[in-house]
């Protein structure tokens, strides 16, 4: 590793007075013997196309976080050589050329890990239930991917879901109505194949009490309305719904869900979190079987 950046100290550029000497600081060796797990640029805004499964791309713009691992030899890496390869990549930046970029980092930064964060707003045209007006629904969107020596490549693709539910509590104790409020679910995966994040917001949606929609005519609002109050859900009902369709989904190797409920009478969110590899875990216990031991 030392050898492959042992080069020149010194770099000449041409100059009005002749050539000019610069000192290459970051390739000076370092005497305190620490490696560094991570070094790059944060915060990088940057505009994107990302992989759309309706219209093939869509423009957005992300927030990019780029590193690289230093050995204990080098005083520092080379920040530029970061923005060179983001714009070596522009407009394709997406799940299916992750492995190629990070690739190119390690390579170009003569490291042994990578990593690439990309966090960006997505946005999906969706029609109302009833009334079929369409508007558009943002979603946050992340992919974090790293590329070591050791363990290889791996990405992780996460997204942010606002859903709807209603307490089932509330709704049982009460004579009429129950309280019912918005929260976001963040679900992140690996998985073996590709995967749209379309895939993965509908999984988030389909086990909420009734989803968000951007445009309602109040048609709708009766309909959202009442299939909520149907379909009351506490935010550990929610992870686990969802917990459930991933479990049966071969294509996802790892997950983590946490749903927020943003109390509409309360002073405090509701909160719950699953994470499971299912590679290296025992199968969820069946919720029927559970039931049937609890005391009557």
């Not at 109040?218 to 909520?228: F, G, I, L, Q, S």
């Not at 479990?247 to 699953?274: G, M, R």
Request: hydrophobic content about 35%; some cysteine.
């Amino acid at each position: 590793m030392l050898k492959s950046r042992d080069i020149s100290k010194e770099l000449w550029l041409p100059s009005r007075s002749g050539e000019q000497r610069l000192s290459d600081i970051q390739n000076t060796r370092d005497h305190r013997n620490i490696n560094i797990d991570k070094v790059g640029v944060k915060n990088i805004r940057y505009p994107i196309a990302v992989l759309d499964r309706t219209h093939g791309r869509q423009q957005t713009v992300a927030n990019i976080n780029m590193y690289v691992n230093l050995p204990k030899e080098f005083k520092g890496t080379h920040m530029s050589r970061f923005i060179e390869i983001l714009n070596e990549y522009h407009g394709e930046i997406h799940i299916r050329n992750f492995a190629a970029i990070l690739e190119t980092m390690k390579n170009r930064l003569q490291a042994e890990s990578a990593h690439l964060e990309i966090t960006f707003p997505y946005f999906v045209e969706k029609e109302s239930p009833i009334s079929a007006a369409t508007g558009l629904m943002e979603y946050g969107c992340r992919l974090m991917g790293s590329l070591s020596g050791d363990d290889g490549h791996d990405l992780v693709a996460q997204i942010s879901a606002p859903i709807t539910t209603v307490c089932p509590c509330s709704k049982e104790i009460s004579e009429f109505g129950a309280h019912n409020q918005r929260g976001v679910v963040r679900l992140a995966v690996r998985f073996k194949r590709f995967v749209w994040l379309e895939e993965l917001i509908q999984i988030v949606e389909a086990e909420a009490s009734c989803d968000v929609y951007s445009v309602l005519k109040r048609p709708d609002e009766k309909y959202v309305t009442e299939k909520a109050h149907q379909n009351p859900k506490f935010v550990e009902d929610v992870v686990r719904d969802i917990a459930t369709k991933l479990e049966e989904d071969f294509n996802i190797t790892w997950y983590s869900v946490d749903a927020e409920n943003f109390e509409s009478i309360h002073n405090h969110s509701a909160y719950a979190f699953i994470e499971r590899d299912k590679e290296h875990s025992p199968p969820v216990v069946d919720a029927k079987e559970d039931r049937e031991d609890e005391p009557a």
